[in-house]
C-alpha cells in the first residue's frame, strides 16, 4: 500500500481514507482491468459477421493481454474472493462470443464453442506470456491457424 501511494503522490493515510487495505485494491485495479477488457471486446465484435467477430475478438483479446500482462495475470490470480473482480461481470465478458459461435454452431453448442475459444486463446496467451513456446516458427502464424482450426471445427460442428 505503500508503494501504491507513493506511486499516486499521496502520503499512505491519505490512500487509506479511500481504500481499506490490500484486498479493496486488488479489487479495484481488477475492476478496472476488467472494464478496460469489456470495452476492447464489445468494439472487436461489432462486425454483424459472426466468424469475423470471433477473429477480431480473439485477436483484440491477443493484443490486450500483451499490453497489460500483469492485469491480465491478476484476473486469473490464486487470490481470496474479495480480491477478484466480480465472476458475474468476468463471465459477461464473453456475451458477445457467444452470440457469434450461437450463429455458426447453433445453439445447442453456442456455450461450448465459446468456452473452447475461450480455452483456447487464454492458453495460447499465457503460454506466450511465460515464454513457453519453445519451438520454432511465427506464433502470429501459429495463433491465426488456431483461429481457423477452431472457426473450421464450431462450422462442422453445427452439421452434427
Not at 110 to 123: C, K, P, S, Y
Not at 126 to 146: I, K, N, P, S, W
Amino acid at each position: 500500500m505503500r508503494a501504491v501511494a507513493d506511486a499516486v503522490g499521496v502520503k499512505g493515510p491519505s490512500l487509506y481514507k479511500r481504500i481499506p487495505d490490500r484486498a479493496a485494491l486488488l479489487r479495484i485495479v481488477a475492476e478496472g482491468v476488467t472494464a478496460d477488457l469489456e470495452r476492447t471486446l464489445a468494439i472487436a465484435a461489432g462486425s454483424g459477421d459472426p466468424g469475423k467477430n470471433i477473429r477480431s475478438t480473439v485477436l483484440a483479446y491477443r493484443a490486450f493481454v500483451h499490453a497489460n500482462p500483469n492485469g491480465y495475470r491478476l484476473l486469473f490470480a490464486d487470490l481470496p474472493a474479495e480480491s477478484l473482480p466480480d465472476p458475474g461481470r468476468l463471465a459477461s465478458l464473453g456475451g458477445p462470443l457467444v452470440d457469434a459461435t450461437r450463429q455458426i454452431a447453433g445453439e445447442p453448442a453456442a456455450l461450448e464453442a465459446a468456452r473452447t475459444v475461450v480455452a483456447w486463446a487464454h492458453g495460447f496467451v499465457t503460454m506466450e506470456l511465460v515464454g513457453a513456446f519453445r519451438l520454432e516458427g511465427d506464433l502470429d502464424t501459429a495463433f491465426g491457424f488456431g483461429i481457423e482450426a477452431i472457426l473450421d471445427g464450431i462450422g462442422r460442428s453445427k452439421a452434427r
